[in-house]
């Protein structure tokens, strides 16, 4: 038996398309995941979406409100219609494929907590996604993206820009993820000859990563002029108003970089992250090194990189070898 967490209220925690009972249960297994499997906000938020939507189909699809009794009593042929209504909505197979991940991980809580079997969550396959490649940026576009000088003509504050370069450069120079860079604290900053940095990752696991010069310079920018006090158990980056920066600050910035360099719309902040790997393994970076920089889990999920290291390569050749047309 699981001991249940009590979340907090949110509005990701209400679920009036469900009966009180399997509400209950639904509530019960976010704060499970939250406490105990140390799921990210995001990824319970999304959990939580799709477990509604689910149960909103479940409402129609039954004519009532489902209850624990009717979740355990589900048919393979129940969820291929959910499948299939989601489908005919426009969704890809990779949300899909997310979605049945939260329902077979909310049937499965169900049975521990012995509120019956929902087999027919195992009996559904998961949807096939066509595995796509990363796309980098080239090396001089992405260096121009995090050289401050590139924003100069822009009407904003000179922190904010210097502010956004710090930020953009530890996507690109460590390969960190948005929610990763702004997760840093003040005591934690890379700077003042500190050669390395350790972050929060997914699954709130741990690594460290080196911090190169040029970044760790423009983090001291970044603080030499920043007009807020940032206390030491504080985020290192903050917003106009001098709370925690928010991602989508530095999305809208990298739309704007994108304008003014030409860019296509693959050039996101993630991207960033990509072109660090890429061009790490384009120099000769060992492949499980990179793995451990970036923070996965599986090596399977770095070899990807090897595959656009190679495609590159191959654009390389037909553009001139003189036998290649």
Request: proline share 10%; hydrophobic share 45%; glycine share 6%.
């Given at each position: 038996m699981n001991v249940k967490a009590s979340p907090e209220p949110g509005p990701h925690l209400v679920f009036p398309q469900a009966a009180l009972d399997l509400a209950q249960e639904a509530r019960g297994w976010l704060g499970y995941m939250g406490?105990?499997?140390?799921?990210?906000?995001?990824?319970?938020?999304?959990?939580s979406r799709d477990l509604r939507q689910f149960l909103e189909f479940l409402t129609q699809h039954m004519g009532a409100r489902p209850g624990?009794?009717?979740?355990?009593?589900?048919?393979?042929?129940?969820l291929r219609a959910f499948m299939a209504k989601r489908r005919?909505?426009?969704i890809e197979s990779r949300s899909l494929t997310r979605?049945?991940?939260?329902?077979?991980?909310?049937a499965r809580y169900l049975e521990r907590e012995g509120k019956g079997k929902a087999a027919a969550?195992?009996?559904?396959?998961?949807p096939k996604i066509a595995r796509s490649l990363p796309k980098p940026i080239a090396a001089a576009d992405a260096c121009d993206m995090v050289d401050v000088g590139t924003r100069a003509g822009e009407d904003r504050p000179p922190w904010v820009l210097a502010r956004d370069a710090a930020v953009l450069g530890l996507l690109y120079g460590s390969g960190l993820r948005i929610s990763e860079a702004l997760g840093i604290s003040r005591r934690d900053?890379?700077?003042?000859?500190?050669?390395?940095l350790t972050v929060l990752g997914k699954g709130a696991k741990t690594r460290a990563v080196p911090v190169i010069a040029p970044v760790s310079r423009a983090i001291e920018?970044?603080?030499?002029?920043?007009?807020?006090?940032?206390?030491?158990?504080?985020?290192?980056?903050?917003?106009a108003k001098g709370g925690r920066l928010s991602p989508r600050i530095i999305q809208l910035t990298v739309e704007r970089l994108r304008g003014a360099l030409g860019l296509p719309e693959s050039a996101t902040p993630h991207a960033l992250r990509h072109s660090f790997a890429t061009h790490l393994l384009a120099r000769g970076g060992d492949l499980r090194s990179i793995q451990e920089l970036l923070g996965h889990?599986?090596?399977s999920t770095t070899q990807v990189y090897t595959a656009v290291d190679g495609a590159r390569l191959l654009d390389a050749w037909r553009n001139a070898h003189p036998r290649a047309r």
């Open positions: 406490a105990q499997r140390r799921v990210s906000p995001l990824t319970l938020e999304a959990y624990i009794d009717a979740f355990a009593a589900l048919q393979p042929s129940d005919s909505s426009g979605a049945l991940a939260a329902l077979r991980s909310f969550f195992a009996a559904v396959r998961t900053a890379p700077c003042e000859g500190r050669e390395s920018a970044y603080l030499a002029i920043c007009p807020w006090r940032l206390p030491p158990d504080g985020p290192l980056f903050v917003g889990a599986s090596l």
